[in-house]
């Protein structure tokens, strides 16, 4: 049906950036919205941020002002920017594609190591 594929992840320093991207195929129309999440090392995977179908985007209060979601019109492709990294940002982070009867898709994940 569709499938995501991220990259873009490694360590950095805290105070830096990364920029993550998804790589999105298959029947990508379907999808109503695009976004990421993470899941930290013993914690449960949280939402991060979500792009909608008409460009509006959502983000977790953790990351807003700091991050920045972006996607093109095909849906093929969706980034995370994010700035200002600190330790707590360290996870897997995973793209999402959702459905709205419920559906979601989900990458394999990349790993983010921010370090103090």
């Known amino acids: 049906q569709v499938q995501l594929v991220e990259s873009g992840g490694g360590l950095v320093q805290a105070g830096g950036s990364l920029k993550l991207a998804c790589s999105a195929s298959?029947?990508?129309?379907?999808?109503?919205?695009m976004g990421w999440y993470r899941q930290a090392p013993g914690k449960q995977r949280e939402w991060v941020a979500s792009?909608?179908?008409?460009?509006?985007?959502e983000y977790a209060d953790s990351v807003k002002g700091r991050f920045t979601i972006s996607s093109n019109v095909a849906k093929t492709a969706v980034y995370l920017q994010m700035n200002s990294l600190n330790v707590e940002d360290t996870g897997v982070y995973y793209c999402?594609?959702?459905?709205?009867?419920?559906?979601?898709?989900w990458g394999q994940g990349t790993q983010v190591t921010v370090s103090s």
């Open positions: 298959g029947r990508t129309w379907i999808l109503d919205a």
């Open positions: 999402n594609g959702h459905h709205r009867s419920g559906t979601d898709v």
């Open positions: 792009v909608r179908t008409s460009g509006s985007a």
